[in-house]
């Protein structure tokens, strides 16, 4: 709808009460032509506009417009909305004064001086580095990750973090704590958080749990380098790339015989079309593989991933992570376990496949000291003898000697598994306790020599400098080689980040909540399939 020179009090009033219709007849905004142009949302912005909750965090390709969006937003509801307040964060200072002075520029793009529309507008009292303040009471703020705290001591209608993965990493998580507390107590006030991938920090975890469905307050919201906004907003670069490839091929446009093979994946799974592959082509060759799938994913296991630096192949993780199984709801399996299981499953118990009479199974076990807090976990996983996954079980609030309990229940439920423990440190008091308060006999042992050279064997596995890089080997060549199937996301997500340093020194990559501890007991559980001993009759 726009509004023509008859206007009536009625059409006034639905463009007034409808965002698109506000922005496309009073907000301009300068297009990629560098012309000043009606604000019409994309379809991308629109989905959002209609699909938005509360608690918002989007993953998002290079420069698809959600600032954009999120200014006029911010500028309709001030002035729609007396009295209310918004604010946008930046990663850097320069960035947040380039905002403000876009939505200064918005406002002043506002028919402000038409008779028939200036009523419609409150005033600007108040307009500096740091906010517009207008007559109705409405204000919008900016503000700078790792400045001033903006967000204390104020009530807002609307908050958005902008390129959130850029922040300060200390500060990321800081800033949500402080921003729930702080938005208007109605239903349409909202947080909306939106970035580009950069790496793994608390952004990355937040989206990728609410994109997961682990039970997350967060609505997900992603949208890929094939979004229907990128065929116009990149228009030129389009004509540039395939300008390109025409001068390299003849003079010929792409066509299905001249895909390379993840070119087809793109083409027959996603449904990419010639004119995207030949930029994303084009991009590859002038940057990266790596850098589009952080500026342009396909899906968001691909924007986190960092294929250089993991030991695994992280393109065979991200195929795994979109093809596993969900595990059994809770009331599914109940009935099956026991009492002492019940309370752990569906929180740190997740069930895959339940066990077939008779089926051999193999298990790894790492254990930690339950203290909690931001310490490592307590894992099992456990495969039968196939290599399919059956269960994983991490947690790092459970003491040793309730996880040897729990060792023990998951132990005998799926047929008394072989378990193989890290014995390291931890790992000596729950073999002990699995052994004679359990009389759990199914345990691998190791062959050791002791200090006069005569050979023993010990319960459990030793790792050392010399038997991590084997056992992690194994683990790498089952994965890849397909012999094992993972179905435990958490175990695929540590996979992506578990690296090798430049001594040698593998481990999870350093930081607040990166854990290895899955992939430890899956190697773990592949050292007991690759002994293949069952030392009881099932």
Not at 166 to 194: F, H, M, R
Not at 416 to 440: A, M
Request: hydrophobic content about 35%.
């Amino acid at each position: 709808m726009v509004i023509k020179k008859k206007t009536t009090t009625r059409a006034i009033q639905k463009v007034m009460s409808d965002p698109r219709l506000f922005f496309k007849n009073f907000i301009k905004i300068i297009d990629n032509n560098g012309d000043s142009v009606p604000f019409v949302m994309n379809p991308e912005q629109q989905q959002f506009t209609n699909t938005m909750e509360k608690y918002n965090v989007i993953l998002k390709g290079r420069q698809i417009g959600f600032t954009t969006w999120s200014l006029a937003y911010m500028l309709y509801s001030a002035i729609t909305k007396p009295d209310t307040s918004y604010m946008i964060m930046t990663q850097h200072n320069k960035v947040t004064q380039s905002l403000l002075r876009k939505i200064k520029k918005m406002y002043k793009s506002l028919p402000l001086d038409n008779p028939k529309f200036d009523y419609l507008f409150p005033k600007l009292e108040l307009s500096n580095r740091d906010e517009i303040y207008m007559s109705n009471g409405s204000r919008i703020m900016v503000a700078t990750a790792g400045g001033e705290d903006s967000i204390s001591g104020n009530t807002f209608e609307l908050i958005h973090f902008s390129e959130m993965a850029k922040y300060p990493v200390e500060a990321q998580e800081e800033l949500i704590a402080t921003a729930i507390p702080a938005l208007a107590k109605n239903p349409n006030s909202k947080i909306i958080i939106e970035s580009t991938a950069m790496g793994y920090n608390y952004y990355q975890e937040l989206f990728m749990k609410a994109y997961r469905g682990n039970g997350s307050v967060w609505k997900a919201h992603f949208y890929s380098w094939l979004a229907e906004a990128y065929s116009k907003q990149f228009k030129h670069s389009f004509d540039e790339a395939e300008n390109w490839y025409r001068l390299n091929n003849k003079g010929a446009r792409m066509s299905k015989d001249d895909l390379e093979h993840d070119e087809e994946i793109l083409f027959n799974k996603y449904g990419a079309n010639y004119r995207q592959l030949m930029y994303r082509r084009y991009y590859i060759k002038s940057n990266s593989l790596e850098k589009f799938m952080r500026e342009f994913p396909t899906t968001p296991d691909e924007a986190f991933s960092e294929s250089n630096k993991s030991v695994f192949d992280t393109k065979k993780i991200i195929e795994r992570l979109q093809n596993a199984s969900d595990p059994f709801p809770y009331t599914t399996i109940q009935n099956d376990l026991t009492n002492d299981l019940r309370p752990y499953l569906g929180k740190s118990l997740f069930v895959y496949h339940l066990p077939k009479k008779g089926q051999k199974m193999y298990a790894g076990v790492d254990v930690a000291s339950g203290s909690g807090g931001d310490n490592d976990n307590s894992t099992m996983s456990v495969f039968n003898e196939d290599g399919q996954q059956m269960a994983s079980f991490y947690a790092n609030d459970v003491p040793v000697y309730e996880f040897a309990k729990v060792v023990n229940d998951i132990g005998r439920f799926f047929n008394y598994v072989f378990i193989c423990v890290e014995r390291n440190s931890l790992g000596l008091p729950l073999l002990e306790r699995l052994r004679k308060e359990y009389n759990y006999m199914n345990l691998l042992k190791q062959k050791v020599f002791n200090e006069k050279g005569k050979k023993k064997m010990q319960l459990g596995f030793q790792t050392t400098a010399v038997t991590k890089p084997i056992m992690v080997n194994d683990l790498k060549e089952s994965f890849e080689l397909n012999m094992i199937n993972i179905e435990c996301v958490q175990t695929l997500e540590e996979m992506k980040i578990f690296q090798e340093d430049s001594n040698g020194k593998m481990g999870n990559k350093r930081g607040v909540g990166k854990h290895d501890d899955l992939v430890i007991s899956t190697a773990m559980a592949c050292q007991a399939m690759k002994q293949g001993k069952y030392y009881v009759d099932i």
